[in-house]
Every structure is written in C-alpha cells, then in structure tokens.
C-alpha cells in the first residue's frame, strides 16, 4: 500500500508543530504503534478524574477540528461520545450550519480511576485503524499518576516511524496540559531502564543483558523505586469483586 507523508492538512501539521521534544512510543511494528507518557500531580484522584472528563478546560486548541477546546465534551460512560461542536460561521450573504466530530468513544469508565476510549485521533481518523487510549488514576506518594498509552493498529497510509512520533508528541503535550492545570510534581517519559521489570510482562519486552542493571532485581533501580504499567494500575477491574 502506498504510503502518504506528513504533512497532510492543517490537522497534521498541528500534530508536528506541536509535538514536544520528550516523547516515548514504546512499541512500533509495520502496522501499528504504542505511546505511553506518565505524570505525578498534587491534585487527588477525584479532582484527577473532574479535569480528565472535562477536555474543555485543558485540551490543545491547536488539536481541535475547529481551533477552541471550548466546543470539546465527554462523556464518560460506556458508548459516550469525546466529541466537538463545529460552530456555524455566519458569513455575509449567506450561512452554515453547525457540525461535530467524533474523536473517541468511552469503552470503560472507573471514576477516579480509570478512562478507556476508542478512536483514531487526528488525521488518522481518514484510515482504517484502531486506536485505543487507557488513562489510569492511581495515588502515588506525592499526590496521584496518571498513566497514559495510546495503543494503535491497523491499515495506514502513513509511514508508521512518521506518525507514530506526530501522534506521540500529541499526546504527551495533552497530558502535560492536563497535568499543568492539577498542578505537577512529575511528568517523565519511561525510559526503557525504567520499563525493564513490568515491561516484560505488559509489553513482552526483556532488558538487554550488556544493559546496566540487567539480572539484578528491579533492573538495577534504586531499591523501593517502582513504575506500574498500565495494567498494573488498570488491572481487571472486576478482579477486586472476586473472593
């Protein structure tokens, strides 16, 4: 299939110019990719979880179909809709009419804990791919983490090392938004040392052995010091109603 290149449109070049240097795509393979950011903020998880339903009050503009994060919802119940209002423009001799746009769709929602959602962000939306986003609420000692993965597959016309970047950038720079309004204690990308112990069983991913730290407990972190993954901390909700 041939492939097309970035640029494309407005909205992606709003996805490389915005992209911020630190990112961290943990996976890629000729379909497909994963993006995972992580943040420390001061606020609790129920103030966590208020923000996070609330993309108006910190969504980029310059990732939005219509330029305002104002005109952005959520719903966070399962088959609610993370959608925008395209505002009608009124315009000499004649009118529009309002439109909208669907970005994601909840496929699970844990107040204060955890926002699962369905979609193809940005100028992926025009290919037959899968995207599937998990936000993770979690306490941490400093205040709560918040866990971000964007996990897409599927058919594309992009070349995948290309937006697999375009679309990480963008997603790092929601969550340091997001984490800017809660006010943040950390926001670190995992480093693939960071990753090595919980890495292997979420993302089937083993350390070197010429790696510092390679064979010693932890992969060589300061003792005590442990990054969950996103199903350490998302888990199988329905695991803590088991007896």
Not at 31 to 57: C, D, M, Q, Y
Not at 201 to 221: H, N, S, T
Request: glycine share 12%; with cysteine; charged share 20%.
């Amino acid at each position: 299939m041939p492939k097309i290149r970035l640029p494309i449109g407005a909205a992606a070049l709003a996805l490389v110019s915005g992209a911020p240097a630190a990112a961290d795509v943990t996976g890629s393979s000729d379909n497909g990719f994963v993006s995972r950011h992580e943040a420390v903020v001061s606020a609790t998880p129920t103030e966590v979880w208020l923000a996070l339903i609330s993309p108006a009050g910190w969504w980029r503009a310059e990732h939005t179909w219509s330029g305002d994060a104002a005109n952005l919802t959520l719903t966070p119940q399962a088959g609610g809709c993370f959608c925008e209002k395209i505002p009608e423009v009124d315009e000499p001799g004649g009118f529009t009419l309002e439109g909208s746009v669907e970005h994601m769709r909840v496929i699970q929602a844990s107040p204060q804990r955890a926002l699962r959602m369905q979609g193809a962000l940005g100028p992926l939306q025009s290919e037959p791919v899968t995207g599937i986003l998990t936000i993770a609420i979690s306490e941490a000692p400093q205040g709560t983490r918040i866990v971000w993965e964007y996990n897409v597959g599927g058919s594309m016309r992009y070349e995948v090392p290309v937006i697999s970047k375009a679309v990480d950038g963008v997603m790092g720079a929601q969550l340091t938004a997001l984490a800017g309004l809660l006010g943040p204690v950390v926001t670190a990308t995992k480093s693939a040392a960071l990753l090595a112990d919980d890495a292997s069983a979420a993302l089937q991913v083993e350390p070197d052995a010429g790696e510092p730290g390679a064979g010693k407990p932890d992969g060589g972190k300061p003792e005590g010091i442990r990054v969950p993954s996103v199903d350490d901390v998302f888990g199988d909700l329905a695991d803590e109603d088991k007896p």
